[in-house]
Each structure stands twice: as structure tokens, then as C-alpha cells.
RNA sequence: GGACAGCUGGCCGAGUGGUCGAAGGCGCUCGCCUGGAACGCGAGUAUAGGGCAACCUAUCGAGGGUUCGAAUCCCUCGUUGUCCA
């Protein structure tokens, strides 16, 4: 959530950076207002409550002295009427005000480049060269059905499309880079934890995916709860609302889940393949930290994903997400982008963000900051999406009889010796 | 699924309609005491919002209700424990 007193303090860089991000002004200016009034209904509520409190308190003496009553009750009475009326304006203003602040993104960081989308994203740097193929490199499904390790139809015939089933190699590769990658975040000092994948929608709210992007996530029929669309949900919100002591910061966490995702807005894009399927598996980087601290551990978390590509010996790319590309909670983000050598291009594997206050707003995650409180720093990140991760092996160790060369550091982990 | 009992500050725990933002204890901070410490003594010690400030408002699991007034009474929900199915 965007700090209403900032914006009431400095509308017009507020306002500035949320245009950046293609935020309606109008919206902007209507937030403003919307807190203007909450102030005034507030502070005229909280004079005729201060009224009502202190003639109860009269009140309680009358009785005790035997006094009567009767023309006091009849002042309180009519102070009532007033003062429900404040109260409704109140909660009603509250209302608006929270619908509206809810839905506006992080502001982008002023450094963050402008740009309408993916196109106008900045390349940083790029890890490992692609290797020259003697042959024409075909596409993952090519390939996982000549192996036999991936079903897309059954995956169909089981649920619906965007699913698929992992068979043999293709399963335990799944199972094996899930594996490699979680020591590999604990050996960097991400904890492991295993977290609930169903969440209400006071998690998703924390995180920023409630209120707006309700139609993308997968919601249960009888309850208040929903599939989560990364562990970044379940893992941020382990401190919702809690105040933590200094010196437990930062929190470094790493977590696997399935991620559930309705896909709405993708319609027609990839759909071959396994790029982009409902359910698939990602391993997560979370870190809760010190405001002062968020960079260092933002920089952390993009070697450590970048290092397991580097592990897994495959191209990559590092880039700097522009306004346009940049998601809800993020005040800028780095994403990693993996060479396929049959789509002939870069593809997302990995995406890193710091939300700075944004999301601890949101959810009350806060720490000891001396005397006061102070939001902490929240940042997420893949590392990484197993699903792209077993397209990207595929692809770039793939030979012209279509069989695929396992990366040494994961054949500890298949039990194949090396 | 049903019955009963809880849910109070960092922790424990008292509090069944007004003087309760909440006794007491523990912990913590500061000061005194001491060569230094323990003990002892004294002071302080929740969060959010508003105000230059005095101070005001809200919060005793959450939400709603009764009442001039609710930690306390009523309702709904959540949650923990125990027992039954």
C-alpha cells in the first residue's frame, strides 16, 4: 500500500512516480481527497466521541450521588443521534479510501527505466554463451515426448489444458532440480520452510494480489481460501502483523510449492509446452529485512539464482524490468532470462523483486526500530521455476538423436554416479 | 459432526457494567546501593491515528449488537484445549 502520508505530504512526487507506472492521475488526486475527507470525518467523530465519553463519566457520578438524571440522559441522547451519524460517514469514508488505496501499485523506484512493456526492458549482463548447434535444436514438447518424459494429453484427459503428467526421467529430474535447488539457497543462508498451499485473502492482500487480480487465482468453493500463485503468499505472510526485534533481520527464506494459476490474461500464448501450465513447481527466495539492508540481500538473491543456472551450466541473461513490465508490488525488479535454443530466444525463469515498504504496509510486518516501529523490507524471488528450469536442460543439452545429457551437479541427486 | 472450557500487555495472570489501557508477578530499560555483581530499593516499560502541546480517539481473538457507559452482557465467526461420535 502506497503511504497516505507521503502522498499527503509530497502529492506531486508521489503522483510523479505513480504516473510512471501508468496509474490514472485522476485516481491519484481522488485518493488524496478521499483522505482529506477520512481526516475531517475522523477528527469531527473523535470530538462528539470525547463529548459522549466524558458526560458517561458524569453520568456514573449522578447515579453514585443520587442526582437525577433525567436531563443529562436526554443531552446524551441527542448526542447520540449526532454521533452515529459521524460514525457512519466515517466507516464509509474509510471504505472508499481503502478500495482505492489498495488498488495502486508500488511506486517504481526513480532509476527503474521507462518503457511500455517487455520490449523496453534493459539488459544488464549476459551469463555463459549459448552453445553452437550442428543441427537444427528442436522444442522441449518435441523432445520430452520422443523421451517419454512428458504427457500433455493426459495431462488434459486428468484436469484441463495448461496440465500435463511427468513421466520416469522427466519426473525424477523434476523431483531432482526441486532438490538442488533448495540446498543450493540453504548453502547461500535461505532457511528452509515448507508453507500451506491454500491461503485466505488476508495473505493475498499482504502480498498485493487481492484486491486486483482475483480472476487469476484459483479460489476454493466453499471457503475463503485460495490456491496460492507462488509461495511468495505464504511465505511473506509469515509475519503478518507481527512486530520483530532488530537483530532477527534479516529473514532469509527458501521454499518449494506448487503455484496455481488460472493464467486469464494469457490466452493464446504459449500453449504448447510447458513454459506456461496452470500448476507447476517453483522453489522461492523470500527475505524480510532491515530497510537499510534490502539491496545487499536484492543483490544476494539474483546471484543465487543466476549461480544455479551457472551450476546447471546454462545461458542466461540478467535484465532490468522497465516501468511498464515492472508487477504490482514492485519498486524494481531483475529478471533472469534463460536461452532456448528451439525457440531460438531468452525466456523467463527467474524473477526477483524488492517491494520495499509496499507489501509490509500492506500486511503489518514491522520491527524495533529503537523506540518506534518501522516496516521492514520485503523481497521475493525465483530460483527457479523447475517447470522452465527442465524445458531449459532439455533444449540446451539436447543431441541430434533427440537424447538429452543430464548436468553433472545433478546427477548426485538421480543417483547416477559420475 | 456434537458438547464443554479458554482466548486479556513481551510473557504469566487478576478483573462479570462506570473510578480499567487494564491489579499483581516475571522479563526488560534507567537510576540508587556495591570494589564489581547478586539481593534489595525507586522510576519507566503496548499499538495505531489526530494535535505544536496539554491532551483526545480507538484497540482485552475478529466483527456486529444491547447500554448514557462494555474486557465484563448478547449474537456470529475464527482459534486453542478437553471429552464424545
Not at 230 to 258: G, H, W
Not at 383 to 394: F, Q
Amino acid at each position: 500500500m502506497i503511504d497516505l502520508k507521503l502522498l499527503q505530504k509530497d502529492f506531486e512526487s508521489v503522483n510523479k512516480k505513480l504516473m510512471r507506472k501508468g496509474v490514472d492521475a485522476t485516481l491519484i488526486e481522488e485518493l488524496k481527497l478521499k483522505n482529506e475527507e477520512l481526516k475531517k470525518a475522523k477528527s469531527s467523530y473523535e470530538t462528539l466521541q470525547a463529548l459522549q465519553n466524558s458526560m458517561s463519566k458524569e453520568f456514573g457520578i449522578y447515579k453514585r450521588e443520587g442526582k437525577d438524571i433525567s436531563e443529562l440522559k436526554a443531552r446524551v441522547d441527542a448526542n447520540k443521534i449526532v454521533i452515529n451519524e459521524a460514525l457512519d460517514i466515517q466507516r464509509n469514508t474509510q471504505e472508499e479510501l481503502e478500495k482505492i488505496a489498495m488498488s495502486i501499485p508500488n511506486m517504481p523506484d526513480d532509476d527503474v527505466p521507462d518503457g511500455a512493456d517487455e520490449e523496453d526492458n534493459i539488459e544488464l549482463k549476459k551469463v555463459l554463451t549459448p552453445r553452437e548447434f550442428t543441427f537444427t535444436p528442436k522444442e522441449h514438447w518435441e523432445l520430452a515426448e520422443q523421451n517419454g518424459w512428458i504427457d500433455f494429453e493426459r495431462g488434459v484427459k486428468l484436469a484441463t489444458s495448461r496440465f500435463s503428467v511427468q513421466f520416469g526421467m522427466g519426473a525424477r529430474l523434476e523431483r531432482a532440480l526441486i532438490n538442488f535447488m533448495l540446498d543450493f539457497n540453504r548453502s547461500r543462508g535461505f532457511d528452509e520452510v515448507s508453507v500451506p498451499a491454500l491461503v485466505n485473502r488476508s495473505a493475498l492482500e499482504g502480498t498485493g494480489q487481492l484486491p486486483k487480480f482475483e480472476d487469476d487465482l484459483y479460489k476454493m468453493q466453499n471457503q475463503e481460501l485460495f490456491l496460492i500463485p507462488t509461495a511468495e503468499v505464504p511465505v511473506t505472510n509469515i509475519y503478518q502483523d507481527e512486530i520483530l526485534r532488530e537483530d532477527e533481520l534479516p529473514k532469509k527464506m527458501t521454499a518449494y510449492t506448487s503455484c496455481f494459476r488460472k493464467e486469464a490474461g494469457a490466452a493464446g500464448r504459449d500453449t504448447r509446452g510447458m513454459i506456461r501450465q496452470h500448476q507447476f513447481h517453483k522453489v522461492e527466495l523470500v527475505a524480510i529485512t532491515h530497510p537499510n539492508e534490502s539491496e545487499k540481500v536484492f543483490k544476494e538473491m539474483v546471484e543465487c539464482a543466476s549461480d544455479i543456472l551457472t551450476a546447471l551450466e546454462l545461458p542466461h541473461r540478467l535484465v532490468n524490468l522497465c516501468t511498464g513490465d515492472l508487477g504490482f508490488g514492485a519498486a524494481h525488479t531483475t529478471d533472469i532470462e534463460v536461452w532456448l535454443p528451439g525457440q531460438n530466444t531468452y525466456r523467463e525463469i527467474s524473477s526477483i523483486s524488492n517491494t520495499r515498504e509496499f507489501q509490509a504496509r500492506r500486511a503489518k510486518i514491522r520491527f524495533k526500530d529503537g523506540k518506534k516501529n518501522s516496516f521492514v523490507h520485503t523481497l521475493n524471488g525465483s530460483s527457479l521455476a523447475v517447470g522452465r528450469t527442465l524445458v531449459a536442460i532439455m533444449e540446451n543439452n539436447q543431441n541430434e538423436d533427440g537424447t538429452i545429457d543430464i548436468p553433472e551437479v545433478l546427477k548426485p541427486y538421480l543417483g547416477i554416479s559420475i
